[in-house]
């Protein structure tokens, strides 16, 4: 995985979703996946590609539940794929499963 100064999307932990996703300004973009899951390895790609598109505009991260599942279960993440989307630290809005472009665009724009 990329960080965002690679225009890709960050790593979000445990440790740091409060300062990179709580704290952050405008709209941010949480890919909740693992390894092991087949649907998450399709939206995988997706995510990386508005996040380099949306670099500066969007903040777009991943966060591998089972390395950090302290934030999973505080957000009630039970399937995964999870894409959550937040403002002001403030979840606005939630896709669950394997969805086209398409669909994550239309919430990015929708949110931003």
Do not use: Q
């Given at each position: 995985?990329?960080?965002?100064?690679?225009?890709?999307?960050?790593?979000?932990?445990?440790?740091?979703?409060?300062?990179?996703?709580?704290?952050?300004?405008?709209?941010?973009?949480?890919?909740?996946?693992?390894?092991?899951?087949?649907?998450?390895?399709?939206?995988?790609?997706?995510?990386?590609?508005?996040?380099?598109?949306?670099?500066?505009?969007?903040?777009?991260?991943?966060?591998?539940?089972?390395?950090?599942?302290q934030?999973?279960?505080?957000f009630?993440?039970?399937?995964i794929?999870?894409i959550l989307?937040?403002?002001?630290?403030?979840?606005?809005?939630?896709i669950?499963g394997?969805?086209?472009?398409?669909?994550?665009?239309?919430?990015?724009?929708?949110?931003?």
């Open positions: 995985m990329t960080d965002a100064g690679n225009g890709g999307p960050v790593e979000i932990t445990d440790a740091n979703f409060a300062d990179e996703i709580e704290a952050a300004e405008g709209l941010s973009m949480v890919d909740f996946w693992a390894e092991w899951c087949g649907p998450c390895r399709l939206v995988g790609p997706v995510v990386d590609e508005l996040a380099r598109e949306y670099a500066g505009r969007v903040k777009i991260g991943k966060l591998d539940v089972d390395a950090n599942p934030t999973a279960f505080r009630n993440v039970r399937s794929p999870s989307f937040f403002k002001g630290g403030e979840v606005v809005d939630t669950v394997a969805h086209p472009r398409t669909s994550l665009e239309n919430k990015i724009l929708e949110h931003a």
